[in-house]
């Protein structure tokens, strides 16, 4: 049986720019710093998730559903991605977000109200433990309105979702030969795998060349080799695709968490302040501040040579940004 080709809907603007970081790097002395702007995938439909959503969505269009139940954090961008592109769609969102309601939604909080998101808080205890429930209640709730929906799991990150970063492997193929270069290494955030899985794939599929190494932002190295493992034998099996997802390398850069998910150190601030003024570049301190910052460190322990060549992938989370404005002083 040949491989099945995914349905998909265009959601994101692409391609996304390739960009050189010409301050950073000479400030760096190290490795040659490009970024692929998935920043800039949309506005308030922006970040890596509109990539995996043009392929969910299709699928729960594929599966004539009208309505779609996503979960995660308060601030959550995957959720405000999913909640945007489905009204776009016509389709209603449900969302389970994981903490309490608060008095002024922020950020990515607010764009979810806004776009009419119907959505439920669970205590930490109860997200965890009870989600497939919940899922199954709200799914039954819609039915009772005479609505179909679809569930899309944490981030998208799922053998759908895969395709999402494997197709940018494609994008950045091309992105590669305009501009002459050969990239060593592919860097970015990791939060629920989906992305490194894309990545991890796509970079053997399309030829890249280069190394996929994510930095996590929560949880651990042995964490991610294993989900993103699974997520790519899904995607494996579900597809028939030929690439041996067992033979690929997972590359984690672990020792950046900080405090744990949505914490993070005075120096990610630091950080994301200094790449604002020095190029113009807003990074958000769940995952992109983080992982710049945890990649900066790494350039400066030795990790990469002159020689290499560094794509970090902004994939967005500007909203984030706004909820954690308090950790910022000016004067
Ligand atoms: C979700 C997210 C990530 C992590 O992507 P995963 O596929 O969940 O690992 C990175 N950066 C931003 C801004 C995100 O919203």
């Known amino acids: ?90 389709m209603k969102t449900h969302l389970i977000l994981r903490g309490s309601p608060v008095d002024a939604p922020d950020g990515n909080l607010f764009l979810d109200y806004l776009a009419g998101a119907r959505i439920s808080f669970y205590t930490v205890a109860e997200y965890n433990s009870r989600r497939p429930e919940i ?33 940018a492997c494609e994008e950045m193929k091309h992105d590669f030969n305009r501009l002459g270069i050969a990239p060593t290494h592919i860097i970015c955030a990791t939060g629920s795998g989906g992305t490194q899985a894309g990545l991890t794939a796509g970079n053997a599929i ?31 099996v579900r597809y028939n695709h030929p690439l041996d997802v067992e033979a690929l390398p997972i590359h984690v850069i672990d020792g950046h968490v900080g405090p744990g998910y949505a914490q993070a150190t005075p120096d990610v601030f630091e950080t994301i ?15 992109t501040g983080k992982a710049l910052n945890g990649l900066i460190k790494e350039i400066k322990k030795g990790r990469f040579t002159s020689r290499d060549t560094i794509v970090f992938i902004h994939t967005g989370g500007i909203y984030g940004l706004f909820a954690q404005r308090k950790q910022f002083s000016f004067s």
């Not at 932002?217 to 899904?234: H, N, T, Y």
């Not at 302040?273 to 995952?287: K, M, N, S």
């Open 1 to 90: 049986m040949p491989t099945t080709s995914p349905p998909r809907i265009s959601l994101a603007q692409l391609p996304t720019p390739l960009q050189p970081l010409e301050r950073l790097t000479k400030e760096l002395g190290g490795p040659r710093l490009y970024v692929k702007r998935d920043d800039l995938t949309g506005t308030a439909l922006s970040g890596n998730k509109v990539r995996k959503l043009e392929f969910s969505l299709a699928e729960a269009r594929a599966q004539g559903c009208d309505a779609v139940i996503t979960c995660g954090g308060i601030q959550s961008n995957h959720c405000r991605a999913t909640v945007i592109a489905a009204a776009m769609l016509g």
């Open 135 to 167: 899922f199954a209640e709200i799914a039954e709730q819609f039915a009772r309105e005479g609505h179909k929906a679809f569930a899309i799991p944490t981030g998208a990150s799922d053998a759908v979702g895969a395709w999402g970063y494997i197709a």
């Open 206 to 236: 399309h030829n890249l060349g280069a190394q996929v190494a994510c930095i996590n932002i929560c949880d651990d190295d042995e964490a991610f080799q294993i989900k993103v493992r699974e997520d790519l034998l899904d995607w494996k």
């Open 273 to 287: 302040a200094h790449v604002a003024r020095t190029e113009g570049l807003i990074l958000d301190p769940v995952y």
